[in-house]
């Protein structure tokens, strides 16, 4: 008995989670939306959870931080600059970026030669995700590089898109399924 109600329960939690991920797609945070620098640096991006920047700016600075945890993948971690902020950058001065942007799918011999990020406009387009855990100190490493990084800061994770809408769907179906097939078949079993 108690297993079932278990099972049912964890069944529950997956459905909700896939039929929130599935409305929050069409309708809701998870749609795909489009800022411009300037707005992610005066407003920000809200509760938006997919965005694009068309006229974003890299200084080419980044920040390689291995995890430390065995299995993680390291990142690389970068401002994303408004043209006037990378102006600002190239004399340098210190800036405060709105946003950073993270990735661990990269070249990692670009790491030692140095040239994993090319400065100049960029498109951005990812999810907004914390930095993993495990990569905690990469923070203070930037701003050691002279970016005023404030708490208000947010992180995209830079190629990334939100989880393709039939797998929330099949999040959502196959524990209902599970759930309700199991119930019949104890239900008929105790007829």
Not at 77 to 93: I, K
Not at 122 to 132: L, N, S
Not at 155 to 180: C, D, E, K, R, S
Request: glycine letters at 8%; proline letters at 7%.
């Amino acid at each position: 008995m108690i297993v079932r109600i278990i099972i049912v329960l964890v069944c529950v939690v997956f459905f909700i989670n896939g039929c929130n991920s599935l409305v929050s797609q069409f309708f809701g945070t998870h749609k795909l939306r489009s800022f411009s620098m300037e707005q992610v640096q005066q407003e920000g991006v809200g509760d938006a959870d997919y965005i694009e920047i068309p006229d974003a700016y890299l200084s080419g600075e980044y920040v390689h931080q291995p995890s430390q945890y065995e299995g993680e993948p390291p990142i690389l971690l970068y401002a994303v600059l408004t043209a006037q902020q990378l102006e600002r950058r190239q004399n340098d001065e210190p800036v405060t970026p709105a946003l950073l942007a993270w990735t661990a799918d990269f070249h990692h011999p670009c790491v030692e030669e140095g040239n994993c990020l090319e400065p100049g406009p960029v498109k951005i387009r990812g999810v907004m995700r914390d930095i993993p855990e495990a990569n905690d100190g990469v923070m203070q490493k930037l701003r050691g590089k002279g970016y005023e990084i404030g708490p208000a800061v947010r992180t995209v994770n830079q190629g990334q898109a939100p989880i393709a809408w039939y797998w929330n769907a099949l999040m959502m179906l196959a524990p209902l399924a599970l759930a309700l097939g199991m119930e019949a078949y104890y239900f008929k079993k105790n007829r």
